[in-house]
């Protein structure tokens, strides 16, 4: 559906340069619902103005629904559905004069408009609003509407830019229920961007991270935490009780106990934070808390499996477990592992 090749922008900005995109390269099949996902200003609205035909890019080159976005824009345009940051409709125009306007756009017959109209009116949840303004929407309303325009000559591609931004959770859970509907219904692939981590982890089937204008990941969500982010697993294990001298001891046990259980020990030295893209070990570290107790950290890609196995290791070696945590790996940690830098910090 999509190829491109070395795609950038560069923006001349009075004596300002700005490098928006420095060559993204990216496939996406027919039928795929990827989910381009970075901090804000890191290029995802210009590649997708780029990729619609909407903006000419600097170098590189692209092909959408089979035609070349320089050569054959038409076509392009044709064959996709585009949805723009912020809201497509005239403020004051009645909900269904807007689309029966873009169905003429796409050149419909009046009889085609109508039906389409008041079908996507209804598969949208909008039945009802046609005889109302825009301006006279809620915020998720309006979305949806935005959507409803895009799929008014039904593509067999579409692009989304932020649908969902701006939203309350509510309507965002809404609006991506409607687009899995949709989806379904005609069959469509599907690109949006987002800077959401939670909604690309769970809605999107695969995830291309940007930033600075270019890619630095892209995989389905398990497999970007799989590669670039470790589950952390705590447990409290009991000491012996009485004299501290058992104390290295105690540490000595539990890593004793735990041996089978991890990978490959790191010895508690690895590099904090670190991904586990270079060959992924297992990393323990013990330390003794002021009670005596051992607390034991285990990054690790698979924390759900270690977990169970951690604690009948101990409970086999005679170790009482007091208490037992698992952190599973997040978006968020694959985009810091990557880039250094928090997505959630940014975002807020
Ligand atoms: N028309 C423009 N003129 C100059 N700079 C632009 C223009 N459009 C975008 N930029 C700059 O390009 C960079 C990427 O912007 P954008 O693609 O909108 O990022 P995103 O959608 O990921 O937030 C930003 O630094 C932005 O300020
Ligand atoms: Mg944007």
Same mark, same amino acid.
């Not at 170098?59 to 824009?73: C, H, L």
């Not at 895009?150 to 309350?168: A, C, I, R």
């Not at 892209?218 to 004299?243: E, I, Q």
């Given at each position: 559906?999509?190829?491109?090749?070395?795609l950038?922008? &560069?923006?001349?900005r009075?004596?300002?340069?700005?490098?928006?995109?420095?060559?993204?390269?990216v496939?996406?099949?027919?039928?795929?619902?990827?989910?381009?996902?970075?901090?804000?200003?890191? $290029?995802? +609205?210009?590649?997708?103005?780029m990729? &619609?035909?909407?903006?000419?890019?600097?170098?590189?080159?692209?092909?959408?629904?089979?035609?070349?976005?320089?050569?054959?824009?038409?076509?392009?345009? +044709?064959r %996709?559905g585009?949805?723009?940051? $912020?809201?497509?409709?005239?403020?004051s125009?009645?909900?269904?004069?807007?689309?029966?306007?873009?169905?003429?756009?796409?050149?419909?017959?009046?009889?085609?408009?109508?039906?389409?109209?008041?079908?996507?009116?209804?598969?949208?949840?909008?039945?009802?609003?046609?005889?109302? &303004?825009?301006?006279?929407?809620?915020?998720?309303?309006r979305?949806?509407?935005?959507?409803?325009?895009?799929?008014?000559?039904h593509?067999?591609?579409?692009?989304?830019?932020?649908?969902?931004?701006?939203?309350?959770?509510?309507?965002?859970?809404?609006?991506?229920?409607? %687009?899995?509907?949709?989806?379904?219904?005609? $069959?469509?692939?599907?690109?949006?961007?987002?800077?959401?981590?939670?909604?690309?982890?769970?809605?999107?089937?695969?995830?291309?991270v940007?930033?600075?204008?270019?890619?630095?990941?892209?995989?389905p969500?398990?497999a970007?935490?799989?590669?670039?982010?470790?589950?952390?697993?705590?447990?409290?294990?009991a000491?012996?009780?009485?004299?501290?001298?058992?104390?290295?001891?105690?540490?000595t046990?539990?890593?004793?106990? *735990?041996?089978?259980?991890? #990978?490959?020990?790191?010895?508690?030295? #690895?590099e904090?934070?670190?991904?586990?893209?270079?060959?992924?070990g297992?990393? *323990?570290?013990?330390?003794?808390?002021?009670g005596?107790?051992?607390?034991?950290? *285990?990054?690790? &890609?698979?924390?759900?499996?270690?977990?169970?196995?951690?604690?009948?290791?101990?409970?086999?070696?005679?170790l009482?477990?007091r208490?037992?945590?698992?952190?599973?790996?997040?978006?968020?940690?694959?985009?810091?592992?990557?880039?250094?830098?928090?997505?959630?910090?940014?975002?807020?």
């Amino acid at each position: 559906m999509i190829h491109t090749e070395g795609l950038t922008k &560069t923006f001349h900005r009075k004596k300002e340069v700005v490098e928006a995109v420095k060559g993204i390269d990216v496939d996406v099949r027919e039928g795929e619902l990827v989910a381009f996902l970075g901090p804000n200003g890191a $290029g995802k +609205s210009t590649t997708l103005r780029m990729l &619609t035909s909407l903006l000419e890019p600097t170098s590189g080159r692209a092909e959408v629904a089979g035609f070349d976005i320089r050569t054959q824009p038409a076509e392009v345009r +044709s064959r %996709i559905g585009y949805i723009g940051q $912020g809201n497509g409709g005239g403020f004051s125009y009645r909900v269904a004069d807007e689309l029966h306007n873009q169905g003429r756009f796409y050149g419909l017959p009046a009889s085609e408009y109508q039906r389409r109209a008041a079908d996507l009116l209804a598969a949208l949840e909008l039945d009802g609003l046609g005889k109302r &303004t825009v301006q006279s929407l809620s915020g998720g309303q309006r979305r949806r509407l935005d959507v409803a325009l895009g799929l008014m000559n039904h593509p067999p591609l579409l692009f989304l830019d932020e649908p969902t931004t701006g939203l309350d959770p509510h309507s965002r859970a809404n609006l991506w229920e409607h %687009i899995g509907v949709l989806r379904e219904r005609y $069959g469509m692939t599907i690109v949006l961007t987002t800077h959401y981590l939670d909604e690309a982890d769970s809605m999107a089937e695969r995830v291309v991270v940007i930033d600075h204008g270019t890619i630095v990941a892209d995989a389905p969500p398990a497999a970007l935490k799989r590669d670039h982010a470790d589950d952390v697993v705590t447990l409290v294990v009991a000491g012996t009780p009485g004299s501290p001298a058992q104390v290295p001891d105690d540490v000595t046990r539990v890593r004793a106990a *735990l041996a089978p259980v991890v #990978g490959e020990v790191g010895g508690g030295a #690895g590099e904090p934070g670190r991904g586990g893209s270079d060959g992924p070990g297992d990393r *323990l570290h013990a330390t003794v808390g002021a009670g005596g107790d051992v607390t034991v950290t *285990l990054s690790t &890609t698979h924390g759900a499996d270690r977990l169970p196995e951690a604690i009948e290791s101990l409970r086999v070696a005679g170790l009482s477990v007091r208490s037992a945590g698992l952190k599973q790996a997040s978006l968020d940690d694959v985009f810091l592992n990557l880039t250094g830098r928090s997505l959630r910090e940014e975002a807020a």
